[in-house]
């Protein structure tokens, strides 16, 4: 089992619409959680992070934790053409206080 | 605030040869981590420093190493460089070692290997 583990995509979305993307994650005693958005050719960019269970919005953007379940999603509503880009889920383990990242989501928002 | 900043930003070696690659972090950071994109592997953590110190090492061979100065810049090298090195190197700094802060990421430095 990955560490964290997102479906690779790609997700299509028509412009307008909401993009729901999900991460889990295998280490319990997790604690930080974090969304970059990545660009074709491009670094990472910090989108949102969150700590505690429950939901966290900003802008269009809305992250969700649920520990007991392990899973973290982000939502963006009113999907944009330049939202296109891969999503990456990123995880503080408890064990080794490192951060580890999922292989990313490609989502694809039409016009 | 100026943001990460690597160099350089493209290099190109032959196998066997060395690199040296360079990120100097954002002003007031201490932590400067390491990572490796490849199509295949993802984003995969090769080492954090924090004040100088390695503080964690992720799963490459000993030919991928680093250091942090007293000023927070940080330098990796590989040596011996291998076809499958080829990769866009990316630095992150951020304030707290550890992942427990947002780490911001530098432009990277697109390594080919002939």
């Known amino acids: 089992q990955k560490e964290v583990e997102q479906n690779s995509g790609p997700l299509s979305v028509p412009e307008g619409a909401i993009a729901s993307l999900n991460c889990t994650y295998s280490?319990?005693?997790?604690?930080?959680f974090f969304w970059y958005r990545q660009y074709s050719g491009k670094s990472p960019e910090l989108i949102m992070f969150?700590?505690?269970?429950g939901d966290k919005e900003d802008g269009r953007f809305t992250a969700q934790l649920n520990k007991a379940s392990q899973y973290v999603s982000l939502l963006i509503r009113d999907s944009q053409p330049s939202d296109s880009a891969t999503y990456l889920c990123?995880?503080?383990?408890?064990?080794?206080?490192?951060?580890?990242f999922g292989g990313g989501t490609r989502v694809l928002v039409k016009p | 605030k100026a943001g990460v900043t690597q160099t350089p930003r493209y290099l190109i070696k032959t196998r066997g040869q060395q690199v040296t690659l360079s990120c100097s972090p954002i002003?007031?950071?201490?932590?400067v981590s390491w990572y490796q994109q490849t199509p295949g592997q993802g984003l995969q953590f090769l080492f954090e420093?924090?004040?100088?110190?390695?503080?964690n090492k992720g799963n490459f061979p000993g030919r991928f190493s680093g250091r942090q100065f007293s000023n927070s810049r940080s330098e990796m090298n590989v040596s011996t460089l291998e076809l499958g090195d080829s990769a866009l190197y990316l630095c992150?700094?951020?304030?707290?070692?550890?992942?427990?802060?947002?780490?911001?990421f530098g432009p990277g430095t697109r390594l080919t290997v002939l």
């Open positions: 992150a700094s951020s304030l707290s070692p550890g992942g427990v802060n947002e780490q911001f």
């Open positions: 280490d319990r005693g997790s604690q930080s």
């Open positions: 969150i700590y505690s269970n």
């Open positions: 990123a995880v503080t383990q408890a064990a080794g206080n490192k951060l580890t």
């Open positions: 002003s007031g950071h201490r932590s």
């Open positions: 420093y924090f004040s100088e110190t390695q503080r």
